[in-house]
Structures are given as C-alpha cells and as structure tokens.
T-cell receptor, first 115, second 117 residues
Framework: AQSVTQPDIHITVSEGASLELRCNYS??????LFWYVQSPGQGLQLLLK??????LVQGIKGFEAEFKRSQSSFNLRKPSVHWSDAAEYFC?????????????FGAGTQVVVTP | KAGVTQTPRYLIKTRGQQVTLSCSPI?????VSWYQQTPGQGLQFLFE???????NKGNFPGRFSGRQFSNSRSEMNVSTLELGDSALYLC????????????????FGPGTRLTVL
C-alpha cells in the first residue's frame, strides 16, 4: 500500500544540538517530496521540497533534506536547533498519478527543544 | 503577495447544524485543496478544486462538500455536523497552470478550528 512513514512520533533535542527527522515512503515511482512545519494552532509552512536532481535540498530556517532512492527516504536535518524550532514536522508526498492537488502526509514528528 | 486566508478562524457549532468555511487562495493560484486535521487521524485530504470543478476527492462522506468560484475562492460545507467533525480544517492553494512540480507545490492557510458540541 502507498504510505508515508515518520517513525518518530516525538523527539527531544537540546538547543544547539543537531536534529534529524526521518521519513520513508512507499510508492511505485518517486513522488514529489515535501517537509512542512506546524507551530501550535497554526497552518503548515513549507520548509523544502524535492522533485528531481540534486539529492540534497536546502530549505528555509537552516533546514536541509537528503533524498535517498535506495532507501525510499527523505530525512530532514538541521545542524544546530534553536528554541523556535519546537514544532510539529510533517513529511508529505505529492505529484502522484491521478492524485491532482492531493498530498499524503506522514503522522508527524513533534520536536521539543530543551535549554 | 498575500498568503492563503481562511475565515473564520474559529467556529463552535452543535450537532446537527451545518457550517461553511471559506478559503481565499494566493493571488494567481487556481487550485484549492482542503484537508482535515485531527489528533487521531492526522492530516487527511478532503477534495481539490481547479477551475471551479472538483478534480479529486478523498474518502469522506457526502456531508462534506465544496465549491470554487470564478475568482478561485473556495468554500467547503459540512452538513449535519457530528462530534467527530471537530477538527482543524486547512486549505492550501497551488498555481497548477500546467502540471509541473513547481506549480504543484501547495501553500497552506492558518486553518479554521471547528468545534462541534
């Protein structure tokens, strides 16, 4: 079945430490891949996206993600987190055949940043 | 450019009532998608409208409906509200002039928080 998996429901990280959020997908072809962030009570903000080409993608707020076709993964990273990075992060896939305008989301990873 | 706007931001309704939510896309965007977000089910796709036509639909009952106007603004309606309809309803827009990765990128509004009592 087609799916998007974020294995970590909750991650706690110290301010200044590095962060990596995992995302795996299961589709017949490589879909478009996205990472969104949601602060409490807010909508989703696009961090970055991957369509093709260079497998290392740079986004906003110092985030980057690496696409690995062999592992069907699209992991998000940040070298040094700030307290303002505390939020929920969603991996999403789109661009699927016959799925215009539809994104399929992972369950999300809640990130807590400690002093 | 102004972002996606949704009104109202908060709504409280009782079971059995109906509700209409509104979404104004980014200027120039022609596609509007709607999502429901709940703690139990996460983010689920409701439907997508493009050029005033529903092009895609998720697995929701017929109580959930929508429409799009000629200026690309969209509304969704939920009739006969149930307690389980309490959720954050998110709208997203994309330009979708021609289907390319860039025009397929969706930008989200702040959402409408619906509480059904």
């Amino acid at each position: 079945a087609q799916s998007v998996t974020q294995p970590d429901i909750h991650i706690t990280v110290s301010e200044g430490a590095s962060l990596e959020l995992r995302c795996n997908y299961s589709y017949g072809a490589t879909p478009y891949l996205f990472w969104y962030v949601q602060s409490p009570g807010q909508g989703l903000q696009l961090l970055l996206k991957y369509f093709s080409g260079d497998t290392l993608v740079q986004g906003i707020k110092g985030f980057e993600a690496e696409f690995k076709r062999s592992q069907s993964s699209f992991n998000l990273r940040k070298p040094s987190v700030h307290w303002s990075d505390a939020a929920e992060y969603f991996c999403a896939v789109g661009g699927l055949t016959d799925s215009w305008g539809k994104l399929q989301f992972g369950a999300g990873t809640q990130v807590v940043v400690t002093p | 450019k102004a972002g996606v706007t949704q009104t109202p931001r908060y709504l409280i309704k009782t079971r059995g009532q109906q509700v209409t939510l509104s979404c104004s896309p980014i200027s120039g965007h022609r596609s509007v998608s709607w999502y429901q977000q709940t703690p139990g089910q996460g983010l689920q796709f409701l439907f997508e409208y493009f050029s005033e036509t529903q092009r895609n639909k998720g697995n929701f009952p017929g109580r959930f409906s929508g429409r799009q106007f000629s200026n690309s603004r969209s509304e969704m309606n939920v009739s006969t509200l149930e307690l389980g309809d309490s959720a954050l309803y998110l709208c997203a827009s994309s330009s979708r002039l021609v289907r390319t990765p860039s025009t397929d990128t969706q930008y989200f509004g702040p959402g409408t928080r619906l509480t059904v009592l």
